[in-house]
Each structure stands twice: as structure tokens, then as C-alpha cells.
């Protein structure tokens, strides 16, 4: 959610600061445009905007690694590998194209296991109370 949302901020901002931020002018060697800015407080704040959307982009990326990690040891827990392997090629093909691998997580979270029954075992409950008092002579 926050890498979305770091990644909209700045594409706007972008685009603002490239609608308003300045003036394109012929380069001067014919081929193409140069990009002038007026160095006001527009142009600032979009800056400023750009450079907040990159930082929340990363650190949404970078907690998008770490729960992507924790799920792959999670399944690989299991029995059944299926789960594993799916988040192994969803997120390793994530890194290619980003939907596939934001997808594999959104099917884990919806429907895959929570890797916690394979590393539970049901102790017996004792039959007998134990005595809390020291034994008398």
C-alpha cells in the first residue's frame, strides 16, 4: 500500500511539475526538447513531493521484501510445497513485472496457510495434579 501510494505521489508530482514547473524549449540541436524550470515554490514542492514519494516507495518495497521472505520460510515449513513454490516464482517473477508477484502475496494472504500447523504438536495434558507442597517425613 505504501509503495502504491509513494509511486502515485511522485508520478504526480512529476507531471505537475513538468506541466507547470517550466517551459519547454527546442534543444539546440534540433532533435527533440529542453526542459527549463522556474525555480519558484511550485517547483520546490514538487520536488519535495517527488523525493517523499521515492522514500515511501522504498520503504514500502522494502517491507514488501521482508513480508515476502517471512512467507516464503513460513511455507517452506510445510509439508506441502505448493504454497512455497508459488511465492518463490510469483516473487522472483515480481521482480520482471511487478503485478505477478503483488498478486502471488494477495493469494497467500487469501488462501494460503498459515504454516503454523506443521510446527504444533499436541502435548498431552497431565492425568494427575501435581502437589505444589513439599513432602513431610
Same mark, same amino acid.
Given at each position: 500500500m505504501v509503495l502504491a501510494l509513494g509511486l502515485i505521489v511522485a508520478g504526480v508530482s512529476i507531471a505537475l511539475m513538468l506541466a507547470y514547473? /517550466? *517551459?519547454f524549449t527546442a534543444a539546440p540541436s534540433g532533435n527533440g526538447y529542453d526542459f527549463e524550470p522556474r525555480y519558484d515554490a511550485f517547483f520546490a514542492t514538487m520536488v519535495t513531493l517527488i523525493v517523499a /514519494? =521515492?522514500?515511501? +516507495?522504498? !520503504?514500502g518495497g522494502l517491507v514488501q521484501? !521482508?513480508?515476502?521472505?517471512?512467507?516464503? !520460510?513460513?511455507?517452506?515449513?510445510?509439508?506441502?510445497?505448493?504454497w512455497f513454490v508459488v511465492l518463490?516464482? =510469483?516473487?522472483?517473477? /515480481?521482480?520482471a513485472f511487478g503485478l505477478i508477484g503483488f $498478486?502471488?502475496? !494477495? $493469494?497467500y494472504l487469501i488462501a494460503g496457510p498459515d504454516g503454523m500447523a506443521a510446527g504444533q504438536q499436541k502435548i498431552p +495434558?497431565? *492425568?494427575?495434579?501435581?502437589?505444589?507442597?513439599a513432602p513431610t517425613s
Open positions: 514547473g /517550466g *517551459t /514519494g =521515492g522514500i515511501a +516507495a522504498t !520503504v521484501l !521482508v513480508a515476502w521472505i517471512g512467507a516464503l !520460510v513460513n511455507t517452506y515449513r510445510l509439508q506441502d510445497k505448493t518463490l516464482l =510469483g516473487g522472483l517473477l /515480481g521482480f $498478486a502471488a502475496m !494477495v $493469494a +495434558a497431565p *492425568t494427575s495434579r501435581p502437589s505444589t507442597l
